[in-house]
């Protein structure tokens, strides 16, 4: 079912139009009836002359409440550009123009309003002013029709010329995501929580599971309302009233969305082909801060420009926006750029929670460029650059149907472009440059600590700045290239060499520490870079304390130990030294190392066995 909606500057009659044609009064709060001033959304429905039914979407024109208007805009198949013929064009009008041309809504038409009210050579001239207004937009060459909703004059082929408009669009098709945005929530006595939206991207039906977006709230659909009534299941393009239960109207705001669990993304970032406002006053600089609106959604945001330093009217570029509050949506779904006074911009997102991208980059740049108009499969491909992903992230980041995206998949894992790694799509240039970018890593350390065996794990996986599951893979990929020793990675085959000198001084400590295992020497112990050789090598214990044990003395004096807890229930201080004939520091350094490694507990002056 498709939407039309309203457009134009405040006390144009959009109001009062839409009332004329459907018998429905959209202004439902007392505050719009008492002052006639129409402040948030209002909602009516029509049948054309076809027989088709349409919702209407009725929209404030004062510019206190742009966003209110934003929020009714986004799911609109075709747009009623109101103007009164007895003011013409005003700064609203321009405004609401140029918010339709960033979302590409689909159709309009330019109404002119009041003609009752002024003389038809007078009406001529606003018709010619229009023209010039609507010159170089979506609306350019639009039907422009004559009504007075007073006299009811112009309005029967004003139905004709909706019924027509529509006629030519393509119907939307059921992608099987359905998701609404929700612009109104409230309870309704006996029945509870209610949520109003424009459906899109698939159907809905009762008893169907959903969740609410931002949130992962769970909910069920209890029941379903079009136009006032009653209906078991609704396609996408409606409007639509949706009962639900196992939720509170307290726990749902305006902005949020009722999808299909899985269906799209919660986004903390946007990438988006962003275009200047044609009423832009001031250039759009990189590192802004914008109020940035999507569908019902609203958030803060800085907009990083990727190819450019300011943006001028008209002009367009590559831009990321990092936001203060996550908003759920999907790629190809438009975002709309404002300051507190002006609409500035807006645009197509192209791909949501990347990573921070590099300014001025061509690689990026061009990938970005194949997203935004590259086939599926290059989509699918360029997606899997900046990192593995699961199928279902796949389908919610680029917003296409899921079985379009399988058959990417299939075609490009033929050609040994992509992989699965444990349900996760790999693509092959990303898991080469990670790869090569872990060896890199491994070798720089090991050549600034010729010494070390491995490196340590986590350095590791920061110096390459992937995630813990990514680096896992990427390791995994590795397979025998790489070694996994202790709590270290190192190149397959890799060992230290030791300099003549060092090796001699590594013969002479070990057999230092076979002299006397238990009471070994603690004075000139070797450099540290040394001893963690002997350590990750597994020749010796350091305790930490000073104590350096070799491995062997260590493990026999662990299995001691071990054999004392056996007919005993504690070990004390005094009672280890007895046993290994030993002094205090040797004996405290053994027993706080074993506790370190929790094979003993201390309990007062004694250990337990863990």
């Not at 009406?123 to 229009?130: G, I």
Request: hydrophobic residues 40%; aromatic residues 4%; contains cysteine.
């Amino acid at each position: 079912m498709p939407v039309i909606g309203t457009a134009g500057h405040v006390d144009h009659g959009k109001s009062t139009l839409i009332h004329a044609l459907t018998g429905i009064d959209p202004d439902r709060l007392r505050e719009e009836k008492e002052r006639g001033l129409t402040i948030d959304l209002g909602f009516a429905w029509l049948k054309l002359p076809s027989g088709e039914e349409v919702g209407v979407v009725d929209v404030p024109g004062h510019e206190r409440f742009i966003k209110n208007m934003l929020a009714g805009a986004g799911g609109m198949d075709l747009a009623l550009l109101v103007v009164a013929a007895d003011e013409g064009p005003r700064p609203q009008t321009a405004e609401h123009l140029a918010i339709l041309d960033l979302l590409e809504v689909p159709a309009g038409i330019v109404v002119l309003t009041k003609c009752d009210l002024v003389e038809p050579d007078y009406a001529d001239l606003v018709e010619a002013e229009l023209e010039d207004t609507v010159r170089g937009t979506r609306l350019a060459g639009a039907p422009m029709v004559r009504v007075s909703a007073t006299t009811r004059a112009g309005l029967d082929k004003l139905l004709v010329a909706i019924d027509e408009s529509l006629s030519r669009l393509t119907a939307r098709r059921d992608v099987g995501r359905a998701r609404l945005p929700i612009d109104r929530v409230f309870t309704i006595p006996g029945f509870g929580t209610v949520v109003t939206g424009t459906l899109i991207d698939g159907a809905l039906s009762t008893g169907d599971e959903m969740v609410l977006l931002p949130g992962e709230i769970k909910c069920r659909v209890r029941g379903l309302q079009r136009h006032r009534t009653k209906t078991d299941r609704l396609g996408p393009g409606t409007r639509a009233a949706v009962n639900l239960s196992g939720v509170h109207t307290d726990d749902i705001r305006r902005g949020m969305v009722l999808a299909r669990p899985g269906a799209l993304q919660v986004a903390q970032n946007f990438v988006l082909r962003l275009s200047a406002s044609q009423i832009l006053q001031h250039p759009i600089r990189h590192d802004s801060e914008l109020t940035l609106l999507t569908a019902t959604a609203e958030s803060q945001c800085k907009v990083r420009l990727l190819d450019a330093d300011a943006l001028d009217r008209g002009a367009s570029c590559w831009a990321q926006l990092v936001l203060d509050t996550p908003i759920a949506a999907l790629a190809r779904d438009h975002v709309i750029l404002r300051t507190p006074d002006e609409t500035v911009g807006g645009g197509p997102i192209v791909s949501l929670n990347g990573k921070r991208l590099r300014r001025n980059h061509t690689q990026t740049l061009d990938s970005l460029e194949k997203l935004l108009a590259g086939s599926p499969a290059e989509r699918v491909r360029d997606a899997l650059m900046n990192g593995p992903r699961s199928t279902a992230s796949l389908v919610a980041e680029l917003g296409l149907n899921e079985a379009v995206v399988y058959e990417a998949i299939s075609g490009l894992a033929s050609q040994s472009q992509i992989s699965d790694t444990n349900g996760r799509l790999v693509g092959a240039p990303w898991l080469d440059a990670r790869q090569q970018d872990l060896l890199h890593s491994a070798r720089e350390f090991l050549a600034a600590n010729p010494l070390r065996r491995a490196v340590p794990r986590e350095h590791l996986r920061r110096s390459v700045g992937l995630e813990s599951t990514e680096f896992d893979l990427v390791l995994n990929a590795l397979g025998e290239t790489v070694e996994v020793r202790g709590s270290g990675i190192a190149p397959a085959g890799y060992e230290p060499k030791l300099s003549p000198f060092q090796q001699a001084e590594v013969e002479a400590f070990m057999a230092s520490l076979a002299m006397n295992p238990h009471s070994p020497p603690t004075d000139h112990l070797p450099s540290a870079p040394l001893l963690s050789y002997l350590v990750e090598r597994g020749d010796v214990e350091d305790t930490g304390a000073g104590v350096v044990f070799s491995a062997d003395a260590f493990a026999g004096m662990v299995g001691t130990v071990r054999d004392h807890f056996r007919a005993n229930e504690t070990l004390s201080l005094a009672e280890t030294r007895d046993m290994f004939g030993t002094s205090r520091k040797y004996a405290q350094a053994l027993l706080e190392h074993l506790d370190a490694l929790h094979i003993t507990r201390r309990t007062g002056e004694t250990r337990t066995l863990r």
